[in-house]
């Protein structure tokens, strides 16, 4: 498989909405540079429309000012280079008071949790903010409360289930409506020995039991409409982490949390993104 390669250079006022845009449009994985954004799609998105949508944004830009601009370019890379490429933004990096987030083939790190991600095709590689801030805020909660059983909805590389099971949850179920996640998420999981993890492909409606905790990685909207199904999913006592909105975003999405029966707990904000714990 061939894989679209698009660099971006983006005032970093824009980035966040360019990346959200991005991912709308079928972006299977990003990094992010000083100077510049890559975005990956498969060969077979839909890449006039793409390139569409870039050069009006261009424009836009350009109306709204000297001081704005984006420029970017496109180019198909065949199958062998896509690894190699993808690897070279891969780098170890510690999350929190104990994990480390660290590729297949990077040493293990003595004395920390060591998370052990190959992206694949999926997001959460964890460099990006809102991992970041699930991360700190899992280990944060888990102290706190009961540990038998996690629900991450949105598992992508499977990162934040890994580190569940990692951090002492007995049962993790992870699921997402993305096939390829779903096989990237298994075979991370295997490369961790976290034999406890019960992947499936959906929804949340796919989990039916309770949960101790829920992490929801996803977008405001997303977790407007779910909110009924996280509370109802959530033990009493119990907390969820609920990430992926901008800053600005969030105060519809407390509404709509504690419209469902949820109480914020906390609010942790990352560059523009802003994470929040809720419980009941
Ligand atoms: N949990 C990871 C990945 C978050 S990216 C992390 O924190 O880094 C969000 C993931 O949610 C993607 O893998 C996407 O496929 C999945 N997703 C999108 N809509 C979903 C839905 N309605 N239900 C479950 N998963 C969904």
Request: a negative charge; proline letters at 3%.
């Amino acid at each position: 498989m061939a894989f679209w390669e698009f660099t971006i250079r983006v005032g970093d006022i824009f980035k966040d909405t360019l990346i959200q845009r991005l991912s709308h449009e079928g972006c299977l994985g990003m990094i992010e540079n000083d100077d510049a954004l890559t975005a990956y799609f498969p060969d077979s998105a839909d890449v006039r429309t793409i390139t569409n949508d870039l050069q009006l944004l261009k424009m836009l830009l350009e109306k709204a000012g000297p001081d704005h601009s984006l420029c970017f370019s496109s180019v198909l890379i065949p199958d062998q280079d896509w690894n190699e490429s993808w690897k070279k933004g891969l780098q170890p990096a510690d999350i929190g008071k104990r994990f480390t987030i660290l590729p297949t083939w990077e040493k293990r790190r003595e004395g920390r949790i060591n998370l052990i991600i190959d992206p694949g095709m999926a997001f959460g590689t964890g460099h990006h903010e809102t991992t970041r801030s699930c991360l700190i805020l899992m280990e944060k909660f888990f102290d706190k409360q009961a540990h038998e059983r996690f629900l991450d909805v949105g598992t992508g590389t499977g990162i934040l289930a890994i580190a569940a099971s990692k951090l002492g949850y007995k049962e993790v179920v992870a699921v997402d409506t993305d096939p390829l996640a779903v096989d990237a998420a298994r075979r991370n999981i295997s490369h961790n020995d976290a034999a406890s993890i019960d992947v499936r492909e959906g929804g949340i409606t796919s989990a039916q039991e309770s949960f101790d905790f829920i992490t929801a990685n996803l977008f405001s909207e997303l977790l407007i409409m779910l909110a009924p199904e996280i509370s109802t999913r959530l033990n009493r006592p119990g907390n969820a982490v609920l990430a992926g909105m901008l800053s600005g975003q969030e105060q519809e999405v407390i509404d709509a949390m504690e419209n469902a029966g949820l109480h914020l707990v906390e609010k942790l904000a990352d560059g523009k993104w802003v994470s929040l714990a809720v419980g009941h």
